[in-house]
């Protein structure tokens, strides 16, 4: 028996993947949940409108961050920043009354904004000034129903998995049983044959989003207040992006095994850093920067935002651009990778020999 | 010599089938026996009888003259088809690991070896990692070995100096079984077991198992239009550069081939073993 | 038409592994490159199908649509039927319909498939699956038919098989190309290469390459290794003198294949 254990431990020391993963994920772990898993958010960005502005805005302290005061402006603009997404607080002030609209689907600041209200009250009865009367609206999400937010996040989640992890394990399959070699003499072109392994995956994760859509709104009451169109395009770029890691990934795995190694390695920090779960802006911020690199926290914010808020595509084509450069560069990497596995030898002459990742023989 | 592996009408059924059925084999210390066999006929699940590794349906597998035990296992040494070499470690290493599994203290590795002893079996050629196998099953010195064509994939000089490493423990008196699907391979056993569908069809030395068979040597102008018209009728054609080698009689033969001006000329020789081995094994021609 | 590789040579990194190979593809004959594990065998295949880049020479063949290639590894899908592995390869080649039909039939009625048409590739023995790895390749009835060590680790019947199916494609005039480890199937050929690490070290006819052994063979029945070049044969040694005088104890042998092949291999070994 002893000799078993020292044996593993041996083959164990050389199997870099395997130590990376054991290193690796502890570190992520313990990075995330120290800095990157909070409930409560710091700040919230709250926009002040209506003759009382500037009065209000003086009382506002922290959590609340004041990002505008508009003395003129009234509900509209407010409720066009917490569409797009530039407060998520907004203070309306005038006829004696205040009114707070709340953006429903910052689960977490809506929470922290209402318990931060509710001392704000306490503490001014207890010093005996009046408290002016407050009105809250939650908009967009009025029960603050968490399957409204997960839901569309859900939908990022499994155009990942399939994008990813599904479609580097059918690629790294051929690779396994031989036949990409055979594939190559044929007479296909090398784009014949990406787009053939790509685009049946392409198509079955559009059909999953349908689904996992239909049934969000079906079963749970998800709305989908936007735009078809735009979120259709957000959906498309993404899926561009995961199936372009997919494809990479499975040009550097010799093995089905290596290649869900990675893609674990892959989806898992996007599971955590991308706002799924926990909300990006109460991260700290030398963690925080992760969630900008991962392309899942942008198309969650396009996936919440269309179906939630009918996001205008003015207020997401930033996104829609980083994700279309995302997917420019993945899928072209990928592509060239790919590329020299199925016509090694375009052309004869003085060409140093340039060996297809599987070919060693 | 001592009988270190016997079946006695060994019989095994899977259901109705009779995977191996009512089979007698011996080896004895010091001999090379090969086992001859199409796909299915029953090779790989006699060995398993014969090791242990499956309680037979009828008749009896004895290991060194009882019956399969712990105590046999570390009297019999096993290099299968993949090596059973890890290849993510060093020679030594998995020299250590075998000698600590049987328990057979830390013997030295032999010369052939040796030299490779710091590198990672992977990366070696496969005729190195073949001796690098035979030499692990070896070294708690079993008294018989069973080895799962030991010399596939290899080249004539590698498989010449595998033999020579098999031939020396042979002559230290280890029975060597060896299962086979080359006739290279089969040529250098002392004795050969051929069975076809669970049954031993033919149990001899080479000469014996080929008996008398002969085939039709056809040498003549256009070896393609005779292949072609001996291929057509039936009749199974070996073709060794643009000689033909046909079974049969040399004027069934002169008969299909006459008529189409080829400059025939025919010549009866022995059958080679792959000839002997197809006739024994194959039912007669159905065309 | 003139195929094959001319002076030529691959390298992977640092070593080549394949050095200056010349080799004649001809339609209607059978060549068979012979060497052991390492020797450059598939190297060789792959650069004559073009699926390594020469560093250099040239490599000559056909347009693609009239090349089959049956690599080392499996070559068709195990989760998909005979069937479809079938139609797969003709579709690539633009075999369909009727013709796919009628090729598919008179391909697996030889290979003797015929009853399994719906069995999975994974669910057929090894055998069985490199005869439809084979049939596959010949679908489109290629000029140049290459096949990388086709029948290492398949049972002998089905190796019989595949052979006459091999002669079968040769005698109806394509040029084939196989490579092995086995000398005894490098008999079959009418051209033999041998390929001793990424070298050609002798070419020719069967006839040929015995007719040119160098020196003396014999063979010594003792049961210590006699001094020399000598290697094991069954309970006796071969022992090769180059300068033709054969030492004490060795009765003189006539050279067969075999023992020309190994002969050449330690006569390259002198030399390096």
């Given at each position: 028996m002893w000799a078993m254990i020292v044996k593993e431990f041996r083959q164990l020391r050389r199997d870099r993947r395997t130590l990376a993963m054991l290193i690796v994920l502890p570190v992520l772990l313990l990075v995330i949940f120290g800095?990157?898993?909070?409930?409560?958010?710091?700040r919230i960005p709250t926009i002040v409108v209506g003759p009382g502005a500037a009065q209000v805005a003086g009382h506002l302290q922290a959590p609340f961050q004041v990002v505008g005061i508009d003395p003129d402006a009234g509900r509209s603009l407010v409720e066009s920043h917490l569409r797009d997404g530039t407060a998520v607080i907004g203070v309306v002030t005038g006829g004696g009354l205040v009114l707070v609209l709340m953006d429903g689907t910052q689960l977490f600041s809506v929470e922290t904004a209402q318990a931060a209200l509710a001392h704000m009250t306490q503490a001014a009865k207890a010093s005996g000034s009046s408290a002016p009367s407050l009105s809250v609206q939650i908009l967009f999400n009025p029960h603050l129903k968490t399957s409204w937010i997960m839901i569309p996040g859900l939908t990022g989640l499994i155009l990942l998995f399939i994008g990813t992890l599904i479609t580097s394990l059918g690629i790294v399959r051929e690779r396994q049983a031989g036949t990409i070699e055979q594939l190559a003499v044929m007479p296909f072109r090398p784009w014949d044959v990406i787009f053939g392994k790509i685009v049946p995956y392409l198509l079955l994760a559009s059909l999953d989003l349908m689904v996992i859509v239909a049934v969000g709104m079906l079963l749970?009451?998800?709305?989908?207040?936007?735009?078809v169109a735009v979120f259709a395009l957000g959906a498309l770029l993404f899926l561009l992006v995961t199936l372009g890691m997919g494809v990479l990934i499975s040009t550097v795995s010799q093995n089905q095994g290596q290649s869900i190694q990675l893609a674990i390695m892959f989806v898992v920090p996007q599971i955590l850093?991308?706002?799924?779960?926990?909300?990006?802006?109460?991260?700290?911020l030398g963690v925080r920067w992760i969630a900008y690199v991962l392309p899942l926290s942008y198309f969650i914010d396009i996936s919440r935002g269309v179906m939630l808020?009918?996001?205008?595509i003015a207020a997401l084509w930033q996104w829609l651009v980083i994700l279309t450069g995302m997917a420019v560069v993945v899928l072209g990497l990928a592509v060239l990778r790919f590329r020299r596995d199925l016509a090694p030898s375009t052309r004869r002459g003085r060409v140093p020999a340039v060996l297809a990742d599987s070919a060693a023989p | 010599m001592t009988v270190l592996a016997q079946a006695r009408r060994l019989t095994i059924r899977f259901g109705a089938l009779?995977?191996?059925?009512s089979v007698d084999l011996a080896v004895e210390g010091g001999e090379v026996v090969g086992l001859l066999g199409a796909n299915g006929a029953g090779k790989t699940t006699l060995i398993r009888l014969l090791l242990g590794l499956l309680r037979p349906s009828g008749g009896e597998a004895l290991l060194f003259g009882a019956l399969p035990s712990m105590d046999t296992r570390r009297r019999v040494g096993y290099v299968s088809q993949t090596l059973g070499?890890?290849?993510?470690?060093t020679v030594e290493e998995n020299w250590t690991f075998t000698s600590a599994a049987f328990g057979s203290g830390r013997p030295a590795m032999p010369a052939s070896i040796s030299a490779s002893?710091?590198?990672?079996?992977?990366?070696?050629?496969l005729g190195v990692q073949r001796r690098v196998a035979f030499a692990v099953a070896f070294s708690h010195g079993p008294e018989l070995l069973v080895l799962d064509?030991?010399?596939?994939?290899?080249?004539p000089l590698s498989r010449a100096r595998l033999w020579q490493d098999v031939r020396d423990s042979a002559e230290h008196g280890t029975g060597i079984l060896v299962t086979t699907h080359n006739m290279e391979e089969a040529a250098q056993c002392d004795r050969l077991v051929v069975m076809v569908g669970g049954r031993v069809a033919a149990d001899g030395t080479v000469a014996e198992v080929i008996a008398s068979r002969t085939v039709v040597e056809v040498v003549c102008d256009d070896w393609r239009k005779a292949f072609a018209v001996l291929d057509g009728a039936g009749l199974v054609v070996q073709v060794q550069g643009e000689v033909l080698r046909v079974p049969g009689s040399t004027d069934q033969v002169a008969a299909l081939l006459?008529?189409?001006?080829?400059g025939v000329r025919l010549a009866v020789v022995p059958a080679n073993l792959e000839e002997a081995f197809v006739s024994i094994v194959s039912p007669p021609p159905r065309r | 038409m003139r195929w094959g590789l001319e002076n030529a040579s691959v390298k992977f990194g640092s070593r080549?592994?394949?050095?200056?190979v010349s080799l004649a593809a001809e339609p209607s004959t059978i060549r068979v490159v012979v060497g052991g594990d390492g020797a450059g065998k598939s190297t060789l295949v792959r650069a004559l199908v073009g699926l390594v880049r020469l560093c250099q020479g040239d490599a000559l063949r056909p347009p693609k649509r009239q090349i089959g290639y049956v690599p080392a590894?499996?070559?068709?899908?195990?989760?998909?039927?005979v069937k479809e592995n079938l139609a797969f390869s003709g579709s690539a080649y633009g075999v369909v319909g009727s013709q796919l039909a009628e090729r598919s039939a008179e391909l697996l009625e030889r290979i003797g498939l015929n009853d399994a048409?719906?069995?999975?590739?994974?669910?057929?023995?090894g055998g069985m699956q490199r005869k439809l790895a084979v049939a596959m390749a010949l679908l489109h009835r290629p000029s140049l038919l290459v096949l990388d060590?086709?029948?290492?680790?398949?049972d002998p019947l089905s190796r019989a098989e595949l052979w006459r199916l091999i002669s079968a494609t040769a005698a109806a005039g394509t040029a084939v190309v196989a490579t092995t480890t086995y000398v005894e199937e490098a008999h079959r050929a009418s051209k033999v290469t041998l390929l001793e690490q990424g070298r050609s070290i002798a070419t020719g006819s069967p006839r040929d390459i015995v007719s040119a052994v160098p020196g003396a063979l014999g063979v010594v029945r003792s049961k210590a290794q006699p001094g020399g070049l000598s290697w094991r044969w069954g309970t006796a040694w071969r022992i090769w003198a180059p300068s033709g005088e054969l030492p004490e104890g060795a009765e003189p042998l006539q050279a067969g294949f075999e023992d020309a092949v190994i002969i050449a291999a330690l006569v390259d070994q002198e030399k390096v």
């Open positions: 800095y990157a898993a909070r409930f409560d958010v710091a749970f009451g998800v709305p989908f207040a936007g735009n850093l991308s706002g799924l779960i926990f909300p990006i802006s109460s991260m700290a808020k009918n996001m205008p | 009779a995977a191996v059925d070499l890890y290849d993510d470690m002893s710091d590198e990672l079996v992977g990366t070696l050629p064509e030991p010399t596939s994939g290899v080249g006459s008529g189409h001006d080829l | 080549l592994a394949l050095d200056r590894s499996a070559g068709l899908y195990v989760d998909l039927t048409t719906e069995r999975l590739g994974g669910q057929l023995s060590e086709p029948t290492t680790g398949v």
